[in-house]
């Protein structure tokens, strides 16, 4: 059955208020129902806001202009810490929304299986903020929960859960969370193991992360954050055909973007690292996005969404794809504005005592898409890609190199990306693909 119509109109009653803000969740019988889980985690009041932190997860807000209304729901999200932690606390953004955004309840719980709307029962944390557990973000703000006692573990998959009791037309998001949404009937079902009362949100259209912004655990001595920054290649985006034909991306809930492969190398490798994702689909270097929900140009979102990262001690960066290929009035960048881009940056990270190292743009050679006019397979993409790549690999600016381009092109067609790595739309790779630009990944660079 689709449940979508019923969750677009019971969204748009909502918001012209029709639901109330306190209506009751009622069970079969008509009686309402009452949480079922306790939560499972005490708060920490020794620690403040400024000790020291590293980050076990992290998602990089782009927009907030075409979300989901929440009103009166509940919603559902799950991701994939990277790390350890025993102590945490979650980061919520509301850096773009014109509105304050409230919410209610805000829980963390082990997920009962991967993409699941239900979480294992006994393992739900009520998180608070300034002790209550109800929490207002102003346009613009961004905080974070206080610090909580609950054990994570890397690969062990978290929900979030939170009410929106008000009117909420209007929340943050990060494009393409690679993971189903899922939105509850009207009413307060965070503290529900079963995810019987939420509904997937339509996929290609919803499949967001909302408010969440990052999972941070306090930092020991040894373990520090590598944040990955590019566009939608380091995000994880499968293929953009996904949305055409209604299937779900195998990435769903399978935790197989570059930087996840990049994760489980460290822990085998057993290097104090935790992989922190601050890639945005159709993000460029240089300019704002070519629609606004592909985020501020790079140069732009920086120190927010990689320096200001908890506990960042090495950045990897990949960018430029789109920069060439998506389309512009003025057309698109020389390569020596691109040169000059990539400069900035790594002086800004030097500056900041990080190490940087920069990648290779990956081929795209017959690159199509379902919606947008895409440019990337033309002669003069090519041509600036190739020049920007080949400085890239002869500079000794940055404090290493990795050869994605190398790794993924196919070795009987220059330009394009190998077969076996393609999604099928010759621009994104396969699971396959991503974990072969994490095996390119010399572990060396961040020893």
């Not at 989901?68 to 509301?94: K, W």
């Not at 779900?248 to 690292?273: C, E, K, M, W």
């Not at 002086?347 to 990080?354: E, F, I, M, P």
């Amino acid at each position: 059955m689709n449940h979508t119509p019923l969750i677009l109109l019971c969204s748009a009653f909502l918001l012209v208020g029709g639901c109330g803000e306190d209506t009751p969740t009622l069970d079969s019988t008509g009686s309402p129902v009452r949480p079922t889980e306790v939560s499972t985690c005490t708060s920490s009041p020794s620690f403040n806001s400024s000790v020291a932190a590293n980050t076990l997860w992290k998602a990089a807000p782009g927009d907030a202009l075409i979300t989901h209304p929440i009103s009166g729901l509940s919603v559902r999200q799950s991701f994939a810490p990277h790390g350890h932690g025993d102590v945490i606390r979650l980061r919520l953004s509301n850096r773009y929304s014109n509105l304050p955004v409230t919410l209610r309840n805000v829980y963390l719980a082990q997920e009962a299986s991967p993409g699941s709307a239900s979480m294992l029962p006994n393992t739900f944390c009520l998180l608070s903020f300034n002790g209550e557990h109800e929490v207002t973000l102003e346009p613009g703000e961004t905080l974070t929960s206080d610090w909580m006692s609950y054990r994570v573990e890397p690969f062990k998959r978290l929900g979030v859960s939170f009410y929106a009791p008000g009117v909420t037309p209007q929340v943050t998001r990060h494009l393409n969370a690679n993971e189903v949404l899922y939105l509850s009937l009207p009413g307060d079902h965070t503290a529900q193991a079963s995810g019987s009362s939420y509904l997937p949100a339509p996929d290609g259209y919803t499949a967001n992360f909302l408010v969440i912004e990052a999972l941070e655990t306090l930092r020991s001595n040894a373990v520090t954050t590598l944040v990955t920054v590019g566009d939608s290649i380091t995000d994880g985006a499968d293929s953009t055909t996904g949305f055409l034909d209604g299937q779900a991306s195998p990435l769903t809930a399978t935790d197989q973007r570059y930087p996840n492969h990049l994760q489980r190398r460290l822990i085998q490798a057993g290097l104090p690292l935790t992989v922190a994702n601050a890639g945005i689909g159709g993000n460029e270097l240089l300019k704002d996005g070519w629609l606004p929900q592909f985020g501020k140009a790079l140069l732009t979102r920086f120190d927010s969404d990689v320096l200001h990262t908890p506990g960042l001690s090495h950045i990897l960066l990949m960018i430029g794809t789109n920069d060439f290929g998506n389309p512009k009035p003025a057309g698109s960048p020389s390569v020596e504005q691109m040169i000059a881009g990539y400069t900035t940056l790594i002086d800004k990270a030097h500056k900041a005592g990080v190490k940087i190292v920069l990648g290779t743009i990956p081929p795209a050679e017959g690159t199509v898409t379902e919606l947008l006019p895409v440019l990337h397979g033309t002669a003069e993409a090519r041509r600036k890609r190739d020049q920007t790549n080949a400085w890239i690999r002869t500079q000794t600016l940055s404090d290493g190199i990795v050869d994605f381009e190398a790794c993924l092109e196919n070795k009987k067609r220059k330009g394009y990306m190998a077969p076996q790595y393609n999604s099928g739309d010759n621009l994104h790779p396969n699971p396959a693909g991503y974990a072969a630009m994490a095996d390119c990944i010399n572990l060396d660079l961040f020893r």
